[in-house]
């Protein structure tokens, strides 16, 4: 009994409530404002020169890597025209060790090697060709300007943008942390990696996995005139959404094309409110924060994203298990157990160390309608070593992982709210009726069961836009953001360089012919003096 009261009463400090969700979203577009007029602001509301989303016709073969959160992902990407792709793609999870290595060099590095790699494995012919075409007079140190691939590099990390295939690091999220790379420009980073090793590929574009996500989803939507939000729930959690560049106040250095009057706007509301004016903040959070490699910053994605989610129910496991008053996790419930004849917690459990529950857990937990939840008991004997928990722990368990999990969809919500209310769609004449497509991606929304039920819920209660608001909100499951969306930024930024390209191009094969008729001149006039 004991154990069910503390556990409501750790319940009840994860409850975020209605009033909570409307709070929320008023402080969500009150620094979304804030980020718009001024650098520096919690959401920074990153402008990224990308000003128009794609319809479904765009052409041709391009590249796409992504630094994620645990992966390094090469794609190549055709897109047919008809808002289909083909995608081949490989993939490496990053060793811990370049995440947190010495310089910015040893992570890079590693990244141009699986680019050659891949560019071998899936592009031999192409590849050879190339390097058979290196020694042409307009490009003299490689390839034919034509030859070389277009590439966007995905890097889901909080960066000011310059241009759109330039930038420098704001700072690392997600557990990685490389000084030397903060303040550099990481596409200039990704490029000399990739002529070290003489390969015919050009960083063409920088993309943050939201707008990946954005252009994917727009690409693919069915019948839709571009999605509004991309978002990714996910290790962190991050949205981008066009804007109106009438309302973007703060000054941007790159071009962009104006026409669309529109820019496309990386929130990077990881970090909304880090000030923590209207966030919830329960003692296991003030832990979290304090013992994370970034204290004081993405405290929004520290309550919402997969990253995080685990480690708040570890603490409180730990929590519950040094409570005198309370039985968990021990002999006296295990009579009811049927996995083992004693409960037990291995030392070596990663239940002990600093993000050693991983949040599929959560997952697991809320999946789990067994009457003796028996899939929740097996994952907490097969992942933690948790052997033989009680039906009691193991409800303790899920009643806390599932308030966890409420309340990151409903924070979630509040976002979402906040940004299709900031587009005025609900309310646009010549849009009355249609769906609001928002894409997203990520773990927490493509496995953690009925994530997006409750982010709708959530949705219907705030004010302005309810039940009929809600409906029209379309949340769908973008399709390959890193790939298939970077792919897209790449094309655009191709169409951006085109005319200098073309322009440089012609102007250096007129250069070297006239250098080349020069030499051969005085070749001539040697011969005749000869
Ligand atoms: C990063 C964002 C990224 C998000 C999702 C956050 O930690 O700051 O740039 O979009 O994770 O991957």
Redesign the pocket.
């Known amino acids: 009994m004991a154990l069910a009261a503390e556990t409501q009463s750790i319940v009840n400090q994860f409850e975020y409530t209605d009033d909570d969700v409307n709070k929320g979203v008023k402080e969500f577009l009150r620094q979304m404002a804030e980020g718009l007029e001024k650098d520096g602001t919690s959401l920074s509301q990153i402008p990224t020169y990308v000003t128009g989303v794609p319809n479904g016709t765009e052409k041709g073969l391009y590249m796409a890597v992504d630094l994620?959160?645990t992966n390094f992902r090469v794609c190549s990407v055709k897109l047919n025209g008809d808002g289909t792709f083909n995608i081949t793609s490989d993939k490496v999870a990053v060793p811990k060790a370049l995440m947190v290595a010495k310089t910015a060099e040893e992570l890079f590095a590693f990244l141009a090697l699986q680019i050659k790699k891949f560019l071998e494995k899936h592009h031999g012919d192409h590849f050879e060709a190339h390097i058979r075409r290196r020694m042409t007079v307009s490009s003299p140190e490689g390839y034919k300007d034509e030859n070389v691939f277009r590439m966007g590099f995905t890097f889901?990390?909080?960066?000011q943008q310059m241009g759109i295939n330039k930038g420098t690091l704001i700072r690392w999220?997600?557990g990685f942390d490389i000084q030397d790379a903060v303040g550099k420009d990481v596409c200039a980073l990704l490029q000399q990696e990739i002529d070290k090793l003489h390969l015919p590929v050009k960083v063409a574009a920088l993309v943050?996995?939201?707008v990946g996500t954005l252009m994917a989803h727009s690409y693919g939507a069915p019948g839709s005139h571009g999605a509004v939000l991309g978002a990714?729930f996910?290790?962190?959690?991050?949205g981008a959404y066009v804007e109106k560049l009438s309302n973007v106040k703060k000054p941007m250095v790159g071009e962009y094309d104006t026409s669309t009057g529109e820019m496309v706007i990386?929130t990077?509301w990881?970090?909304f409110d880090n000030q923590l004016n209207v966030l919830p903040n329960t003692p296991w959070d003030v832990v979290l924060d304090k013992q994370s490699v970034n204290p004081g910053f993405?405290m929004y994605?520290k309550r919402v994203?997969g990253m995080f989610l685990g480690e708040i129910l570890r603490l409180v496991i730990l929590d519950l298990l040094k409570n005198p008053d309370v039985s968990f996790l021990k002999d006296d419930n295990s009579s009811t157990n049927d996995l083992r004849s004693t409960t037990d917690i291995a030392e070596t459990s990663s239940i002990f160390q600093q993000w050693g529950v991983d949040s599929s857990i959560l997952s697991v937990a809320a999946g789990d309608h067994t009457p003796a939840l028996t899939l929740l008991r097996k994952g907490l004997d097969d992942n933690l070593q948790i052997h033989a928990a009680a039906y009691e722990d193991a409800q303790a368990i899920k009643s806390v992982a599932d308030a966890i999990g409420r309340r990151a969809a409903r924070l979630a919500a509040v976002a979402i709210a906040a940004i299709v209310l900031q587009t005025g769609k609900l309310n646009d004449p010549a849009h009355k009726d249609e769906p609001i497509d928002v894409g997203v991606d990520?773990s927490l929304v493509e496995h953690y069961p009925y994530f997006r039920e409750m982010i709708h819920e959530a949705l219907s209660i705030v004010d302005g836009i309810g039940k009929e608001g809600a409906k029209r909100i379309r949340i769908g499951l973008a399709e390959d953001g890193s790939g298939v969306g970077a792919a897209l930024i790449a094309l655009v930024a191709a169409g951006m360089e085109k005319n200098t390209t073309d322009a440089e191009e012609i102007l250096g094969e007129l250069r070297s012919t006239a250098k080349a008729q020069a030499a051969a001149s005085v070749d001539d006039e040697k011969a005749t003096s000869d």
């Open positions: 994620g959160g889901s990390f909080p960066v999220t997600k943050n996995d939201t990714i996910g290790t962190g959690t991050n990386n990077e990881g970090s993405q994605e994203s990520g």
